[in-house]
């Protein structure tokens, strides 16, 4: 059949390959128009103490506002913006919005704790980040402690002594620095030791394996102790199950995060969570 029509599986791929084309270019257009939009909004999801349910902190994370057209997840539509460069403009409408939440909840009277919110390597990198995210922290009036900027391992790759510089510069202004997904990138741990993070974020990979994999219960362990020893709080990313929980807290493990205490939730149900916290206790 090859022989036949040589040329056939090849027009039928390029035909494919046009039509995936098209619908990607139709993708970014949608997201772009949705961004510009302003049709995305932080929900939050609770950062809770193992020993005693108290929130102690939240994560931010993008989601299409209803009505947005973009029938996209956050699976889908993150790795769209990482990939096309809108991943800027979308994180810094999160964080504007996030700003805005934070200023809401504390002319409330609420007492809020660091909210952290994602940046994307492509972010960090941007020759006017440090620039950009003060001028956009003092428009907000927001008191920069309450921030906590969130790095994967790739922001500090490519021009290590440029990140640091960034990072000692905005923490001296107060803003507090978290490395998230710990354990699943090319990290060196020399860097830990050098750069001004304040959290570490265990990857939920190890979490949910903690049960059943004593090699990861091993790592787990591990993290936990040189984080202590690096006086770095430690998050537990995904923690879904009690038994998790308790086994996390028995390995010394500060505070958790994952649908066991709470799904991210709209902004509006956070109040709820600020005054408190969490009725769930664990005891190693
Ligand atoms: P991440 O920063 O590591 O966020 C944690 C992800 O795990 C979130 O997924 C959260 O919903 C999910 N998660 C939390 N607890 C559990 C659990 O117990 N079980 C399971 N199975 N999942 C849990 P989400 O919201 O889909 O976000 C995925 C990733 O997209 C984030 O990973 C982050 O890297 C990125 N992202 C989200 N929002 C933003 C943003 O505003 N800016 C940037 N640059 N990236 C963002
Ligand atoms: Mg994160
Ligand atoms: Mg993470
Ligand atoms: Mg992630």
Redo the contacts with the bound molecule.
Sequence with gaps: RAKRHPDRSYEFYAAEQGQDMRRRIRQEQALHDAIDAGLFI??F?PQVSLADGSLVGL?????CLDGNPTPL???EF?PLA?ETGL?VP??QL?LERVLTCIGEWTRAGLRVPPVA????AR?FRQGDFESGLRETLSRSGVDPSTLVV?L?ESSLLQDFSKAEKTMRSLAELGVRFAI??FGTGFSSLSYLARLPFHTL?I??SFISAIEQDVRQRAITEALILMSRGLDLRVVA????TEDQARRLMGMGCHSA????YA??MPAEEVEDWLRNGSQKRVSA
């Design positions: 932080p929900h999801q994560e931010a994370l993008a989601r997840s956050p699976a993150i990482e991943i979308l994180g999160i919110v994602n940046f994307s972010q969130e994967t998230d997904d974020k990857d939920r990313e995904g923690v879904e995060q994952g649908f066991f799904r991210p």
